[in-house]
Nanobody, 127 residues
């Protein structure tokens, strides 16, 4: 199963670092993506990373503020974001698809790509 952690309550201008792990699997086993959803809004993709980490995409609204990073020792994928504002308040989800299902080194900013989802971690930004 996919597990996220790191949800925070921060003030405007603050930052976050979310973690995504898949127990008993290596980072290179899955392409992954970060999504978020706030009440009354559709779930949207923020960023994705191919299983090798060589291909990373960011949504325009977070470009320059968000960074995906990897720790091979702990098989953890991170999403860091800075300059947070109240519009970043949402439940953040990590999603994954096995590299064998993808067939090549890629990721996508589409929910339908990902069969495995975490339960989400809450990010709240106060003004």
């Amino acid at each position: 199963h996919v597990a996220e952690s790191g949800g925070v309550l921060v003030q405007t201008g603050g930052s976050l670092k979310l973690s995504c792990t898949i127990p008993n699997h290596l980072l290179e086993d899955f392409s992954r993506a970060w999504f978020r959803q706030s009440p009354g809004h559709e779930r949207e993709a923020i960023s994705c990373s191919s299983w090798s980490g060589e291909r990373i995409t960011y949504q325009n609204s977070v470009k320059g503020r968000a960074t995906i990073s990897r720790d091979g020792a702990t098989n953890t994928l991170y999403l860091s974001m800075s300059s947070l504002n109240p519009e970043d308040k949402a439940m953040y989800y990590c999603a994954a698809v096995h590299r064998d299902r993808v067939g090549y080194d890629a990721c996508a900013m589409s929910q339908s790509w990902y069969p495995y989802w975490g339960q989400g971690t809450q990010v709240t930004v106060s003004s």
